[in-house]
């Protein structure tokens, strides 16, 4: 079964990483949902809204044709993230 709005669905989510040092590293991953690949990702020590638009900026660019993007309601997750999107 294939779902018509998949390829215009990216989705996105932090995760913690513990390094060999005991150092916390969150990485952000960025994935297109009708592909199941991996778009992006990126190691940061402290996340930002800021640092997290950047991301989406650098890999999702105006001639890619993604119209959504699922993500949780952290406010890392900020709303100009959606707005830049659509």
Same mark, same amino acid.
Request: overall charge neutral; proline content about 2%.
């Given at each position: 079964?294939? =779902?018509?709005? *998949?390829? *215009?669905?990216?989705? *996105?989510?932090? =995760?913690?990483? @513990? %390094? *060999?040092t005991f150092r916390l590293v969150?990485?952000? @991953?960025?994935?297109?949902? #009708?592909? !199941? !690949?991996?778009?992006?990702?990126? /190691? %940061?020590?402290?996340? %930002? ?10 890999? @999702?660019? #105006?001639?890619k044709p993604y119209k959504y /993007? ?9 709303s100009d993230l959606d707005s830049?999107?659509?």
């Amino acid at each position: 079964m294939t =779902f018509v709005h *998949a390829k *215009a669905i990216v989705a *996105a989510d932090f =995760f913690i990483v @513990v %390094t *060999a040092t005991f150092r916390l590293v969150y990485v952000l @991953v960025i994935m297109k949902v #009708g592909s !199941r !690949r991996i778009l992006h990702f990126n /190691v %940061t020590d402290h996340p %930002t809204a800021e640092w997290t638009l950047q991301q989406f900026r650098e890999c @999702v660019t #105006g001639d890619k044709p993604y119209k959504y /993007v699922i993500h949780d309601r952290d406010s890392i997750f900020s709303s100009d993230l959606d707005s830049s999107l659509v």
